[in-house]
């Protein structure tokens, strides 16, 4: 998804619904997601205020672009690393620079997934780089 409008409609058909504030920003009506193209600490702003720390914020700067998956993960984080568990092929979103690289566990907490590279260095990764085959 390479515009906000497309974001929003995808999460719209997922059962999600958005106002739009003055600043052009959407927020979810049923859980704490924010759409937006510009940067806020909206995130910290509700993990303070609410104690939220499922908070989620979309932002589209420059060239950004949302795929399936990376909305899905921010979604529900539990299932994506769910998904690994079950003998999926992984691959870093930097593919070309990483080469290829071997699930081994993850730390859904932290977030990151720690893999094998082709020459055997174990490294963890944001979970956000890592795509599922």
Do not use: P
């Amino acid at each position: 998804m390479e515009t906000i409008a497309e974001l929003v409609d995808y999460l719209q058909n997922l059962g999600y619904t958005f106002r739009q504030s003055e600043s052009g920003s959407f927020y979810c009506n049923e859980r704490r997601i924010r759409v937006s193209n510009h940067f806020s600490k909206y995130v910290e702003k509700m993990e303070q205020t609410f104690g939220d720390t499922d908070a989620i914020d979309f932002v589209f700067h420059l060239d950004t672009k949302y795929t399936v998956e990376d909305v899905e993960k921010r979604l529900n984080k539990t299932l994506w690393f769910s998904k690994l568990k079950q003998g999926v092929s992984i691959q870093h979103s930097l593919f070309e620079r990483v080469g290829k690289i071997v699930y081994i566990s993850h730390n859904e907490e932290k977030e990151f997934v720690t893999v094998s590279k082709e020459n055997g260095e174990i490294v963890n990764y944001d979970f956000y780089k890592i795509r599922i085959l």
